[in-house]
């Protein structure tokens, strides 16, 4: 079956530091790939996406790029901010007809000032 | 504003009463879904549906049931067969269709807590 496996966390980071949460997937066919971001008490938004290889998504200065030969979707930052503290989920959405969803355990981020 | 509204956002309940927790959306989503988030373990499917009047089971489904009278509802009762009902729980939505990709929204969720 499907599955994403997501850096242990937390990270913690000081403001303006670079960021970089990992993330692969094992996966049958193309699937779509997604960030999403949760933050305390709150359900998860969608942060970014990317629907085929080599796609970029990009969303609020968090990009992450479809990487089909190392199955992998990493989430990039270039400057974090305090306000970026939360945790983020990576997923993906196989292209069968139900389209099911299967998220990563999240990856909690500190940013400190 | 469209979006998905979950209520209350705070349960409490006695172990062995049922509990209904609730979903409504105005997105005109015709895909409905709950998951259960516990620490350290994402998200898991409970129930889906696709279509009003219809429903299936994820993966985490029993001690659970739901209803789909209306596009624009989605019930999710915890059953005191549920042997772990405390959790955080989001109700999510999403168009459906094979010509495009359809990213979920998500309510605000429902914290359950079983003593």
């Known amino acids: 079956g499907n599955s994403v496996t997501q850096m242990e966390g937390p990270v913690t980071l000081s403001e303006e530091a670079f960021l970089t949460i990992n993330c692969t997937y094992t996966a049958t066919g193309y699937p779509s790939l997604f960030w999403y971001v949760q933050y305390p008490g709150e359900g998860l938004q969608l942060l970014l996406k990317a629907t085929k290889a080599d796609d970029k998504g990009s969303n609020k200065g968090f990009e992450a790029t479809y990487r089909k030969e190392t199955t992998s979707f990493h989430l990039e930052k270039g400057s974090v901010q305090v306000s970026d503290s939360a945790v983020y989920f990576c997923a993906l959405r196989d292209s069968g007809g139900y389209q099911k969803v299967t998220f990563g355990t999240g990856t909690k981020l500190q940013v400190i000032p | 504003d469209g979006g998905i509204t979950q209520s209350p956002k705070y349960l409490f309940r006695k172990e062995g009463q049922n509990v209904t927790l609730s979903c409504e959306q105005n997105?005109?989503?015709?895909?409905m879904y709950w998951y259960r988030q516990d620490p350290g373990q994402g998200l898991r499917l409970i129930y889906y549906?696709?279509?009003?009047?219809?429903?299936q089971k994820g993966d985490i489904a029993e001690g659970y049931s739901v209803s789909r009278e209306k596009k624009e509802s989605f019930p999710l009762t915890v059953t005191s067969a549920q042997k772990n009902p405390t959790a955080f729980y989001l109700c999510?939505?999403?168009?459906?269709?094979?010509?495009?990709?359809?990213?979920?929204?998500f309510g605000p969720g429902t914290r359950l807590t079983v003593t």
């Open positions: 997105l005109n989503h015709d895909a």
């Open positions: 999510a939505s999403s168009t459906t269709g094979q010509t495009r990709v359809h990213e979920q929204y």
């Open positions: 549906s696709q279509i009003v009047n219809d429903f």
